[in-house]
């Protein structure tokens, strides 16, 4: 049987009004170590499986600061019927708010076919730092298909919008040269605020595999590939600390 299951997390300056998970998606606030809120994402069965419908909304609420991680990797698994699976993503930031969003990687098991939307929408006077990691396959296993499209808008107007596939299914060349060059991990970071819209980023190359480029409007986007995880991660935090 498919799993239908919806996590809510409400964050404001004095503290977490809305903090509600569901199925697979267990939610626990644990300490920080910065500023703010730190909301854990625990996976409480396996999910998602072919057929599953995933949904996190994620609303900080004007001049709040929240942080959400996971515990562990998210794993896309073969279900027992043929339907895709879908996670998605819907966050929201006020205000003078921040939200970092650090999930862990998303893992694409041969055979399965996860489909994932996240959609922000950021006030003006908002900050996002968001993190995108897909690995395709397990060790010496053929990547699940997997499509991932992200759309951000700031202050109402679009930032970014696109869309990436993976795997069996996937338009060709996707493992080519021009996409993933034979690298079995890719990811991204974002980064929308205020201050890139005062000093906007510049385009530079971070390592052989890893950019960093301005976006239409205040935000940047480094976008990496790598052999594993481990070394995808390691290019990604280089970035997130260098800020």
Known sequence: MSVR???????TPDG???????????????????????VTVVGAMTA????DRLTVEVDVRDG???????AAATVALPGRTPEHARYDLRLTVGD?????????????????DLRTRTQADIAAGGRLVLREEQILGRHGEESGTLTSRLAVR???????????????????????PAVLGGH??????????????????ETRLLGDTAVLTPLAGPGALVTAVAPDAR???RVLDEALYDG
Do not use: C, M
């Not at 990436?164 to 996937?170: E, F, I, L, M, Q």
């Open 5 to 11: 299951a919806t996590a809510r997390i409400v964050a």
């Open 16 to 38: 977490l009004p809305v903090l509600h998970g569901e199925g697979p998606l267990a939610l626990r606030r644990t300490r920080a170590t910065g500023p703010g809120i730190r």
């Open 48 to 51: 998602p499986l072919g057929g």
């Open 64 to 70: 709040a600061v929240l942080t959400v991680d996971a």
């Open 96 to 112: 003078g708010a921040t939200l970092n969003w650090l999930p862990q990687q998303i893992i694409s098991v041969h055979g399965s």
């Open 154 to 176: 700031y202050a109402g107007r679009p930032l970014l919008d696109q869309e990436v596939a993976y795997g069996p299914g996937a338009p060709g060349g996707w493992a080519g």
């Open 184 to 201: 079995r991990a890719a990811g991204q970071l974002l980064f929308a605020g205020p201050e890139f819209a005062e000093k906007p980023r």
């Open 231 to 233: 070394l995808l991660r």
